[in-house]
């Protein structure tokens, strides 16, 4: 079974690679956003990439070592998307608890905004940033050519 399926584009406003879609199994949508709080810690969310009538996010992980900064936040939000991705794609069917967030920590969505939007102004300042968000794309969409490669390459055989 091949996917026709294009890699979701990033964000309209997003030129650093704090947002990262997914869709989930039955097609809803998701964005998974990089912040950071006023401590300078950052943190990475998943929320519906609609908000009307949601009222919270999840809270996917915080980085709080002292070498954590927007990269591995960054990182760890297409880490996620990805794993999501491939999960809605039962391609992780080894895994059998649908949710990677057994217990997950409900945010605020105001609270989530006020985070990203201090990302965006942490991270404005960082010229390489766009390239890098450019690379993490590219790096996202060979991965997902190579398991359409050999998921045809399995079915063939």
């Known amino acids: 079974m091949t996917s026709n ?14 947002v990262v879609p997914y869709q989930m199994r039955g097609g809803r949508q998701r964005l998974v956003l990089v912040g950071v709080n006023q401590t300078g810690v950052w943190l990475v969310y998943d929320v519906p990439h609609s908000d009307r009538g949601a009222t919270r996010g999840l809270l996917v992980d915080r980085l709080l070592g002292d070498q954590e900064k927007a990269s591995q936040a960054r990182a760890l939000a297409f880490e996620y998307a990805a794993c999501q991705t491939a ?5 992780r069917e080894e895994h ?3 949710n990677p967030l057994p217990r997950p920590t409900r945010v605020p969505l105001a609270l989530i905004r006020s985070h990203t939007r201090a990302a965006q102004r942490a991270v404005a300042g960082e010229p390489d940033l766009a390239a890098e968000a ?5 790096v996202s969409q060979l991965a997902d050519q190579q398991t359409a490669a ?4 399995t079915v063939a055989a």
């Not at 999960?87 to 391609?91: E, G, M, T």
């Not at 050999?150 to 390459?153: D, G, Y």
């Open 5 to 18: 399926r294009r890699p979701a584009p990033a964000a309209p406003h997003d030129t650093a690679g704090l």
């Open 150 to 153: 050999r998921v045809r390459q």
């Open 134 to 138: 450019a690379w993490f794309e590219r």
């Open 96 to 98: 059998p608890n649908p």
């Open 87 to 91: 999960f809605a794609q039962r391609r």
